[in-house]
């Protein structure tokens, strides 16, 4: 059963318009998510976090959004770059016994095209 | 500043070998995690090191995986016999605490023949 799911395997965006990846939960006790990005033959890199006492946080071109009522959030990027093309991890933490161990969505595959 | 060192990058071997998967953490990282990414699966959590001990093992998938942490810059990850099922590709991340944000390795891509 996933707690994290990304229902888009894939996103293709034309360059200089928005991207956005969305991810949804399904345990309320997550309070910390964070996201990552990967390009091929490398490890997963963190990008941007946000506490469940926020709803928005803002890193350049990346921005996240959290909806706790909906169990929904969102990646923004602005303007989109090829540079960007990469998969995309949602991960939240939290939960009973407050595990700070991230659960892990499967990922969205993000094309920018030129 | 060197990041998570894994080693190898690749490892071809056939069914029923012993194979050992290694890593160097980031300096000063007190915790240290060993994940599995398969396409069925996706990112999952096999065990997770605190100063240099086992907190949870509850993903390691059977007795025949292993892992240790004999200091604070090494641990390996071994399986042993080996099947095909265990192909994927295993990462290696540490963090400055279990609160913080991971840092991956590249990561080590295993066939199992």
């Known amino acids: 059963d996933q707690q994290v799911k990304q229902n888009s395997p894939s996103l293709s965006v034309q360059e200089g318009r928005i991207s956005i990846l969305n991810c949804d939960y399904t345990n309320s006790m997550f309070d910390y998510f964070l996201w990552y990005k990967k390009y091929p033959a490398e490890g997963p890199t963190f990008l941007i976090s946000?506490?469940?006492?926020?709803d928005k946080n803002e890193d350049g071109r990346f921005t996240v959004f959290l909806n706790k009522s909906a169990k929904h959030l969102s990646l923004h990027i602005v303007p989109s770059q090829p540079g960007d093309s990469a998969v995309y991890f949602c991960a939240a933490s939290g939960g009973p016994g407050g595990s700070y161990i991230p659960t892990f969505g499967r990922g969205t595959s993000l094309i920018v095209h030129p | 500043d060197a990041g998570v060192i894994q080693s190898p990058r690749h490892e071809v071997t056939e069914m029923g070998q012993e194979v050992t998967l290694r890593c160097k953490p980031i300096s000063g990282h007190n915790s240290l995690f060993w994940y599995r990414q398969t396409m069925m699966r996706g990112l999952e959590l096999l065990i997770y090191?605190?100063?240099?001990?086992?907190?949870?093992d509850s993903g390691m998938p059977e007795d025949r995986f292993s892992a240790k942490m004999p200091n604070a810059s090494f641990s390996t990850l071994k399986i042993q016999p080996s099947e095909p099922r265990d192909s994927a590709v295993y990462f290696c991340?540490?963090?400055?605490?279990?609160?913080?944000?991971?840092?991956f390795g590249d990561g080590t891509r295993l066939s199992i023949l």
């Open positions: 090191f605190n100063n240099n001990v086992p907190i949870d």
């Open positions: 991340a540490s963090s400055l605490d279990r609160q913080q944000p991971q840092h």
């Open positions: 946000i506490s469940s006492i926020k």
